[in-house]
């Protein structure tokens, strides 16, 4: 043969194997031989393109939709291709170093990713706990690492706990309540014209 293959291609003994590597429009002639000596040619043009994975939205599915301590959760990992190529035999294995928070089911398949097409999320849920010690305001540490036909990806990302994407304590004035059982009344809280503080577990918007 003469010319040159698309990157990751190889052209042995008649057979063209691999899977391209890079993207670009290749050319190359192939020229054959019998066993008389007479000869023959045929020109080829093959056009490549690439896959390139990008993270999508990270839904959690389960009970109203936020990671709690000591709690079950199912999520959803989206996954998108801005390539220029499909990227096929997709699977994804979910994996953290939070203590506390065990990926139950990890590994999940996904649909052909469409380049340039909507993002595609797991076949199957990935499915997460935490355990007591994860405490509210804080946040999980997870890694989505992909593999598809001729390469792979890691994502790293992370989950609030206690509270949804953009949740935050609000503040609304009340008058005439009283403190539940079990609650602590604050020294000096009933004064009047008084500045206290009270402690909460992360940000709030009043």
Do not use: H, K, W
């Not at 301590?69 to 190529?85: D, F, H, I, K």
């Amino acid at each position: 043969s003469a010319g040159t293959l698309p990157p990751g291609l190889n052209l042995t003994a008649g057979t063209l194997s691999g899977t391209p590597t890079a993207a670009g429009t290749y050319n190359f002639t192939v020229i054959a031989t019998d066993g008389s000596g007479c000869s023959g040619s045929r020109a080829y043009s093959i056009t490549t393109g690439t896959v390139t994975l990008s993270l999508g939205e990270r839904q959690v599915t389960s009970g109203n939709n936020i990671v709690e301590p000591n709690e079950c959760n199912t999520l959803n990992v989206g996954l998108s291709n801005v390539g220029t190529a499909d990227a096929s035999n997709v699977t994804a294995t979910l994996v953290t170093a939070t203590p506390g928070v065990t990926n139950a089911v990890a590994t999940s398949a996904y649909p052909n990713i469409v380049a340039g097409g909507p993002a595609a999320i797991n076949t199957t849920a990935f499915q997460m706990s935490t355990d007591n010690t994860v405490a509210c305001g804080s946040t999980i540490n997870q890694t989505v690492n992909v593999s598809y036909l001729g390469g792979s990806a890691s994502f790293p990302f992370t989950l609030a706990v206690g509270q949804a994407a953009s949740g935050n304590y609000v503040l609304t004035n009340s008058t005439g309540q009283t403190i539940p059982a079990g609650g602590t009344l604050l020294a000096t809280s009933q004064d009047d014209d008084l500045v206290i503080q009270v402690p909460a577990p992360f940000g709030f918007s009043s």
